[in-house]
């Protein structure tokens, strides 16, 4: 049975997942459940999630065409088997991973990124 506090902290994450993504939709691409957006624009996404205490461990990137969404497997990161000490360190080297990313994402059209944002207690 979750407790009350597990319950706030749920609501508190998802809450802030949807205002943040909800502020980006019109800058991307949705597919799905996924929100892709271009590497510029989800650079500032990640910047806004690490700023709400929440880490991005994960992104894939895709080729995204009028009626297709090419995955690029050599394009999927994982940012968060690095071992850390606490969650502000884990959060800020999946900040700068991610970050390394996306800056050194190949340059092409229909390049989109999705990210996969964690909160704190969720690992």
């Known amino acids: 049975m979750r407790s009350l506090e ?9 809450e802030a997942n949807e205002k943040l993504l909800a ?23 990640l910047h806004r999630y690490d700023a709400h ?6 992104a894939e990137a895709a080729v995204l065409e009028d009626s297709a969404t090419r995955p690029c497997p050599e394009l999927i990161a994982d940012f968060s088997s690095a071992p850390a000490e606490g969650w502000g360190h884990f959060r800020r080297q999946c900040t700068d991973g991610c970050t390394a990313y996306l800056n050194e994402l190949p340059v092409l059209r229909n390049l989109f990124v999705t990210l996969v944002p964690l909160a704190e207690g969720e690992q």
């Open 23 to 45: 502020e980006f939709v019109a800058r991307g691409i949705v597919r799905g459940n996924e929100l892709y957006l271009r590497p510029l624009d989800a650079l500032e996404l």
């Open 6 to 14: 597990e319950g706030r902290f749920e609501k508190s994450f998802a």
């Open 53 to 58: 205490g929440i880490a991005v461990i994960g």
